[in-house]
Nanobody, 120 residues
Framework: QVQLVESGGGLVQAGGSLRLSCAASERTVSTYVMGWFRQAPGKEREFVARINWSGGSTYYADSVKGRFTISRDNAKNTVYLQMNSLKPEDTAVYYC?????????????WGTGTLVTVSS
């Protein structure tokens, strides 16, 4: 069973930056798609970004395009989400997600989430 552990969340002012990390327990994920979803208070969970196994293909939600960058280091079984120009509407719990095939509703494995709060 793959375990995903997120870190890097916290409180930041609007316009600031944070980098989230997600470490996987098994090297199997080096062959998997990895992604980030988020859930804001009172809202449904939504897709943020994904990256293919090699890091050569990425895809972003329109709401974060140009501000967020997803990357991965397969030697460390880790995926990152660099978040710049943060806005209050980016406030949410961010979840790491992974699986062999990407689906819009989420893949096989989920982390427990890390809270990002952006103050105005």
């Amino acid at each position: 069973q793959v375990q995903l552990v997120e870190s890097g969340g916290g409180l930041v002012q609007a316009g600031g930056s944070l980098r989230l990390s997600c470490a996987a327990s098994e090297r199997t994920v080096s062959t998997y798609v990895m992604g980030w979803f988020r859930q804001a208070p009172g809202k449904e969970r939504e897709f943020v970004a994904r990256i293919n196994w090699s890091g050569g293909s990425t895809y972003y939600a329109d709401s974060v395009k140009g501000r967020f960058t997803i990357s991965r280091d397969n030697a460390k079984n880790t995926v990152y989400l660099q978040m710049n120009s943060l806005k209050p509407e980016d406030t949410a719990v961010y979840y790491c997600n992974s699986g062999p095939v990407f689906t819009t509703g989420g893949m096989n494995y989920w982390g427990t989430g890390t809270l990002v709060t952006v103050s105005s």
